[in-house]
């Protein structure tokens, strides 16, 4: 037991230790099924608020005051109505001088009568506090326990000596900051309180004590050793191994275990008996070690799709329940995520269990992270001296960070699906992890070691960073890399760390429209070995929710309540929405890294099949295809495709399928052949596609000899069969009988993505934008020209008080069908262009009436140029406002790519498009103007029109908000591009 210092208690001064937590008994392995008794202290306890710690001794001291009121534990107090919340990525929300904290401190008091009818004798009973935002001061029947420091960890103390018959008071007292939360600037909403479950845990005399399972695999023989160690002796007993009646401390040998990996999560139940106590455990075989530059599990490389996750729920915070959990890992499962970060710190315990069950290989992760030292050095300013005054590197810390390894370690040892450790995120560097690496290697030497901040790689196992760059990282992968990227010549050191595998902690950065680029990232891990995959940043939008006056829910972001100091949208940046909805970035990620990979032949007439699999057959898989003319299908069927063991492939025929009219195009699905816990029956793990060439591209329209130019003095308007221009400025206003609310014009704005952005990047695309003038375009027409089946538009298209522009022929022409015309548009960029455009694309707006859509082309879901891999060729249709996606914070959204055909109804009559260029189509109720201008997708309203913009082309998408810009084959940069299309009015 942890002794407490006198100090405690006494005054305040506990609240500014630095040490590890006060009165608690050694850490332990999480219990796993267990008879010994557990009462749960879970519930409605009483609570009161204070301004500062000052005061809420004050309050203590005095007569009750009676304001007590009901509070959920577990939970937040700031989500319960005590308090806002307050949300930092990197800055501290208070001034940085450790280890004092402000005098301003929010100190919450709880409460909790219970009635107490256990025997006590023959026994003991420890009180578990499983996570206490900052610090928690803990009394039972005014007794002091002790202190809880380390937020994310376990504290267990022993109250067999306090407890008493009947009524028992327990006080807790949590102080929002203390000197821990300089270990815990962790990117995400600081929310104080007891926000993970409180217990009685009974021991009996005579317990089992602690208990560490080695279960180790030898894949070259198949064989297994099972090694048990506990407290006090014990027999252990697993039937399915034939193992009965052994005692712990023995190592088992066994002749053939079926090994535990993240795709066949086998686990053996292993019983653990005393007289006095039965315990019962999951054991997974596998043996995890760093051989010849690579991470191996059971003898193979293994590739890490994973994601990084915070524990988060839209209204309970971090106080996320075993149902919420579970929910997540099945979704990552659907998607093809195969590896968790436990992004910062030890995640509840159930989590793994759940990992565990389902399959996925886990960094677990320490409840350490400084990011605000980074910038502070008041002598000479920010940025001349990182991680001044760093507690990472003195030495008055180190029983902290001992203490937070240690907890973590101890409690997560038994995990099979935990293949790494990480000593923690963003800490700078210094001899406090260096001790943590060596007492991880004595404890569980069967698990390497990771820390991005150990850039030499000196105390870790696995050479990882974050958010590399494509160059970099091809450069990591070649073991060319060097520790100083400016240095000529290789150091000893240099040699040393291309020897570990690489792993990116952090990539992909999914906010808002994003992450760009995953395709060019998976490129680069199939092409290296050393390069073994990584994490995207992150798996949830922390977006908390709060209810609008008209009943409807927005989801809040850094400054939405008044913090002075925040990180803006920064926790907005999850594969999911907060409400766990799948984002388009998990559809690129589940595509872009699903497990099979199918290349359908552009003939369409044999497919090729890769198993991209670590260890797993695909017998659990069904293989079908469908050929389908212009979307719609004529025929489907299932292939015969051998049960490819992990790393196979083959080409396997598809049956002759008729021939029709129109586009061809073959798609082959890889769906489960039975329901699973995570998916049912038919569930699509992958999908490829090809399509034959399409008939009859028109020819470019050539400009009539005969053009001469309208008099717009004389006349308001000219027509062209079915089309109705402006005579003055060109524009087309009617088509039949459709009048366009807004005429067709160029467009080369686009709501910024907060990739566009890049809120705390040197550089932005958006202010680039802006600073050109982008969204500030003027039009003005050179001519109007016209013959008998044609009309000539010239426009200069310029952004205000610039000398740079685009110029615009628009050449409209009859058709063989009475009820259409043709346009051939083609912008040249002209002057000196400094910067990319957003987009390039013709853009109109129709009545709202118009509200529904039917395409062919790829779909259903959003498509730009580095976020393609979800789509597929096909025939869709969606209302206009199903086309928008609900980022939390507004943006571009929604583009639909590689358009054929396009039609909307507004009742009586529909417009159609048909492309005869290489275009995509955006529809929305609102303008971009008012994208733009919205901060939160609650304030979009629909107006009076649908406006419609046939995208030419975008710039790419990246995830330059934390990461990578786009790569240059994705970026728009000015060039000359064309557009042609026919349109047309017919009645619905």
């Known amino acids: 037991m942890t002794e407490i210092s006198p100090e405690t208690g006494t005054d305040l001064d506990y609240i500014t230790a630095v040490g590890p937590s006060e009165g608690t008994l050694p850490p332990r392995a999480s219990t796993p099924v267990t008879t010994a008794d557990r009462v749960d202290l879970n519930g409605t306890w009483q609570f009161r608020l204070s301004r500062s710690a000052v005061e809420a001794e004050r309050r203590e001291l005095a007569p009750d005051s009676g304001d007590w009121k009901d509070i959920q534990v577990p939970g937040h107090w700031q989500l319960q109505g005590f308090g806002d919340p307050w949300y930092t990525n990197a800055d501290y929300p208070f001034p940085v001088d450790p280890p004092r904290v402000p005098a301003t401190n929010p100190t919450g008091d709880y409460r909790n009568e219970f009635i107490w009818d256990k025997p006590v004798e023959g026994r003991r009973w420890v009180m578990r506090f499983e996570g206490i935002e900052s610090i928690g001061r803990i009394r039972l029947n005014g007794v002091l326990l002790g202190i809880t420091r380390g937020s994310r960890l376990e504290q267990d103390f022993d109250v067999t000596d306090h407890l008493v018959p009947g009524a028992n008071l327990l006080e807790v007292r ?202 502070q050095d008041e002598e000479h300013g920010e940025w001349t001296a990182p991680w001044k005054s760093n507690p990472s590197a003195d030495v008055s810390w180190k029983p902290a960070y001992l203490d937070r390894m240690r907890r973590m370690v101890e409690r997560d040892k038994n995990h099979p699906s935990i293949i790494i450790w990480s000593l923690g995120n963003e800490a700078g560097n210094g001899e406090n992890f260096a001790a943590m690496a060596a007492y991880a290697r004595r404890r569980d030497g069967t698990r390497p070691i990771h820390y991005i901040d150990d850039v030499a790689c000196e105390y870790v196992d696995i050479f990882g960073q974050m958010y590399t760059e494509f160059a970099r990282l091809d450069e990591i992968g070649r073991r060319v890399d060097r520790i100083d990227p400016t240095a000529t010549a290789d150091t000893a050191q240099d040699i040393a760390r291309r020897k570990l595998p690489y792993i990116i902690t952090e990539f992909g950065h999914a906010m808002g429209n994003g992450p760009g680029g995953l395709l060019d990232y998976r490129e680069l891990f199939e092409k290296y070995d050393r390069c073994q995959g990584g994490f995207i940043w992150e798996w949830r939008d922390q977006g908390l929710a709060r209810p609008l006056p008209d009943g409807r829910i927005e989801y809040t972001y850094g400054g939405d309540f008044g913090e002075p100091v925040h990180d803006d949208t920064f926790s907005i940046d999850g594969l999911v929405f907060p409400d766990g909805s799948p984002s388009p970035g998990l559809l690129e990620f589940k595509a872009v890294f699903a497990p099979i990979r199918i290349t359908v032949a552009t003939a369409g007439d044999t497919v090729h099949i890769r198993n991209l699999r670590d260890f797993a057959a695909l017998d659990d898989v069904e293989f079908r295809w469908t050929v389908a003319f212009d979307g719609v299908e004529e025929a489907s069927g299932v292939l015969d495709v051998p049960a490819l063991p992990a790393g196979e492939s083959a080409t396997v025929l598809i049956p002759e399928t008729p021939q029709r009219e129109g586009e061809c195009v073959v798609t082959v699905t890889a769906v489960t052949r039975a329901a699973s816990r995570w998916a049912g029956a038919g569930h699509e793990i992958a999908f490829g596609q090809a399509a034959g060439q399409r008939l009859n591209p028109a020819p470019a329209t050539v400009p009539s000899p005969g053009l001469t130019p309208v008099d717009a003095t004389r006349t308001a308007s000219i027509t062209l069969g079915p089309a109705r221009f402006d005579a003055e400025s060109g524009a087309l206003t009617a088509l039949g009988g459709l009048a366009f609310t807004t005429p067709p014009r160029l467009d080369l704005w686009r709501a910024p993505t907060s990739n566009d952005l890049q809120v705390g990047q040197d550089t932005s695309a ?200 786009p790569l240059p084959a994705d970026r728009l940069f000015p060039r000359a591009t064309q557009l042609r299309a026919r349109l047309r009015t017919v009645r619905s």
């Open 174 to 375: 949590v102080h929002q900051w203390s000197a821990q939360s300089y270990l815990e600037d962790q990117d995400m909403w600081w929310l104080p309180g007891i926000f993970r479950g409180v217990s009685l845990l009974e021991r009996p005399d005579g317990e089992i004590g602690d208990l560490f399972v080695r279960a180790d695999y030898d894949a070259d023989t198949g064989a297994g050793t099972l090694h048990v160690e506990t407290t006090a002796p014990a027999w252990i007993s697993c039937p399915e191994l034939g193992v009965t009646g052994r005692l712990t401390g023995e190592t088992i040998d066994l002749a053939s275990v079926d090994p535990w990996t993240a795709e066949t999560p086998r686990l053996y139940t292993v019983t653990v008996v005393r007289a006095e106590e039965t315990r019962t455990l999951r054991a997974g075989f596998r043996r995890v070690e760093v051989r010849d530059g690579n991470l191996l599990v059971n003898g193979r490389a293994v590739q890490l799709r994973g994601v990084n996750h915070h524990e988060f729920h839209p209204e309970r915070g971090r106080a996320v329940t075993p149902a919420d959990l579970e929910a997540n890992i099945r979704t990552m499962k659907q998607h093809n995520v195969n590896a968790l970060r436990t992004s910062h710190y030890p995640p509840s315990a159930h989590l793994l269990d759940l990992c565990d069950e389902y399959g996925l290989w886990v960094l677990d992760e320490c409840d350490i992270e400084t990011h605000g030292f980074l910038h």
């Open 766 to 965: 958006a202010r680039r934008w802006l600073k050109a003038n982008l969204h500030a375009l003027d039009h003005t027409t050179l001519s109007v020209e016209r013959a008998g089946d044609q009309i000539r538009v010239l426009t200069r298209v310029a952004p205000l008080a610039r000398s740079f522009g685009v110029h615009v022929d628009a050449l409209w022409s009859l058709t063989e069908d009475p009820e259409e015309v043709r346009l051939q548009l083609t912008a040249t960029p002209f002057g000196a262009w400094p910067y990319t455009w957003p987009r390039i694309g013709l853009r109109f707006a129709v009545p709202a009436a118009y509200d529904s859509v039917t395409w062919y082309g790829y779909g259903p879901g959003e498509r730009y140029p580095d976020t393609r891999s979800a789509t597929r060729l096909g025939l869709w249709s969606s209302s206009v406002t199903d086309l928008q996606t609900p980022y939390v914070v507004p943006q571009e959204n929604g583009a639909r790519g590689g358009l054929r055909h396009l039609s909307t109804t507004g009742g009586v009559l529909r417009l159609e498009v048909a492309a005869e260029s290489e275009f995509g189509f955006t529809a929305r109720p609102w303008t971009s103007e008012e994208l733009t201008a919205a901060r939160h997708h609650w304030e979009l309203v629909p107006g009076p029109e649908t406006v419609f913009t046939l995208d030419i082309a975008h710039d790419g998408i990246g995830s330059a908000a934390c990461g990578p810009l």
